[in-house]
């Protein structure tokens, strides 16, 4: 179900965006690096960087680095040059390294962030000195274990265009044991 997603969620992109080959992707917890390893298939001319956790991150880079070991796999710890193909930023040091992309994209990981860390995000994505594409499909809202409930229409959206604002379609239902 969630390659499935991923497909559609490609789909839509090249439909919005246009050829997405010799674009630069930044995915913010792509999780275990399916997406980006996906993007990097059909689309062999891209740049990925994924930005995790840490310990996720090591998931992102192992997978990856199973499905493409010709191509470059960077792991980023301080200001330096991003890979061709794949780098790897630890989400504890992204505000170290400068990196620039055309699309970032999240897809279910800033409902499991607190509004700090995701206007932090919102930031870099900002400061981009090109324009940029931001797909983002996360939940409406999520009450995060400290108590906190995260709203998706209270992330920083200012100065941002949008064009497309609703609930995306294959990310309503999901098989569920109950």
């Known amino acids: 179900l969630d ?11 090249e439909r919005y965006i246009g ?16 997406f980006g390893s996906i993007l990097k298939s059909i689309f062999p001319n891209c ?5 995790n956790l840490g310990r996720t991150l090591l998931f992102d880079y192992v997978y990856t680095s199973k499905v493409f070991p010709n191509r470059n796999h ?13 780098s790897y930023i630890e989400a504890e040091r992204y505000r170290e390294i400068k990196i620039e992309a055309e699309i970032f994209i999240n897809i279910a990981s800033m ?3 607190n ?6 995000y919102f930031s870099l994505i900002k400061s981009q ?5 931001f797909y983002c499909a996360n939940r409406i809202s999520k009450k995060l274990p400290d108590g906190s409930v995260i709203n998706f229409n209270e992330y920083p959206w200012e100065g941002m265009k949008v064009i497309v604002d609703e609930l995306c379609p294959w990310h309503q239902k999901f098989p569920s044991i109950k």
């Open 115 to 120: 509004m700090s860390t995701i206007k932090d």
């Open 19 to 34: 050829n997405l080959d010799s674009k630069s992707f930044c995915l913010i917890g792509d999780g275990y690096g399916r």
């Open 47 to 51: 740049k990925i960087i994924y930005i």
């Open 74 to 86: 960077l792991v980023i710890r301080t200001q330096n040059e991003l890979s061709k193909d794949f």
């Open 3 to 13: 390659v499935t997603r991923m497909a559609l969620t490609i789909e839509f992109l």
């Open 129 to 133: 000195s090109h324009p940029i594409y």
């Open 111 to 113: 409902q499991e962030m």
